[in-house]
């Protein structure tokens, strides 16, 4: 089975730093990756996904993220951090079902505070 | 377009009751997730349905059923709840044959079990 691991279930940054949010995951087969974001009160909202076309990974609001095969790693990255931007992020991977569905396995999630 | 819909938005019961939440896709798509998010246990995969039938099972207990409509709509049920199934209820839907499953969650449904 499919797991996610998300390194800090909190991280605090000021506005303008940089943010990074780390992801590992456990496959030995490239997977699909996912990072969601959820604000308080609201369902998720995709930020970015990796199929397999590029490594580097841009998103929306400023997001990228990198697929490391190597590291098994999938660390989402702001150069630049907005008050906006607080919210929860999930990691992603899919497991596949012999039915051909693809359900998600979430890591735990991390909490980003911004700070003026 | 109109994204995923879930009805209601919030919800109180007591313990033992039964609960219907519903969930519209996006027009279009076929298949439909359920997934329980609780602090505790996190994101979990509770069911799936497609065609109106249920394709994947979560490790969940036999009180948590759901359907699908033939116009894709779906619906999750709970029974005899306990205190443990307060949650939030984010349904999901997938556009079949889309190479990544990418799945488009709506707002959810807060279940608050008393």
């Known amino acids: 089975a499919q797991s996610v691991t998300q390194l800090g279930s909190h991280v605090s940054v000021s506005e303008g730093a940089l943010v990074l949010l780390r992801c590992n995951y456990s496959?030995?087969?490239?997977?699909?990756l996912f990072w969601y974001v959820q604000y308080p009160n609201q369902g998720l909202q995709l930020l970015l996904k990796?199929?397999?076309?590029?490594?580097l990974v841009k998103g929306i609001n400023g997001f990228e993220a990198e697929f490391k095969k190597s590291e098994t790693s999938f660390h989402l990255t702001k150069p630049s951090a907005h008050m906006s931007d607080a919210a929860e992020y999930f990691c992603?991977?899919?497991?596949?079902?012999?039915?051909?569905?693809?359900?998600?396995?979430f890591g735990t999630g991390t909490r980003l505070l911004v700070s003026p | 377009k109109a994204g995923v819909t879930q009805t209601p938005r919030y919800l109180i019961k007591t313990r033992g009751q039964q609960v219907t939440l519903s969930c519209s896709p996006i027009?279009?798509?076929?298949?439909v997730s359920w997934y329980q998010q609780t602090p505790g246990q996190g994101l979990q995969f509770l069911f799936e349905?497609?065609?109106?039938?249920?394709?994947n099972k979560g490790n969940f207990p036999g009180r948590f059923s759901g359907r699908q409509f033939s116009n894709s709509r779906s619906e999750m049920n709970v029974s005899t709840l306990e205190l443990g199934d307060s949650a939030l209820y984010l349904c999901?839907?997938?556009?079949?044959?889309?190479?990544?499953?990418?799945?488009?969650f709506g707002p959810g449904t807060r279940l608050t079990v008393l």
């Open positions: 349905y497609f065609s109106e039938t249920q394709r």
């Open positions: 027009s279009g798509h076929r298949s």
């Open positions: 990796y199929t397999s076309a590029a490594t």
């Open positions: 496959s030995s087969v490239p997977p699909y």
């Open positions: 992603a991977v899919t497991e596949s079902a012999n039915t051909g569905f693809q359900k998600l396995v």
């Open positions: 999901a839907s997938t556009r079949e044959g889309a190479g990544d499953n990418e799945q488009f």
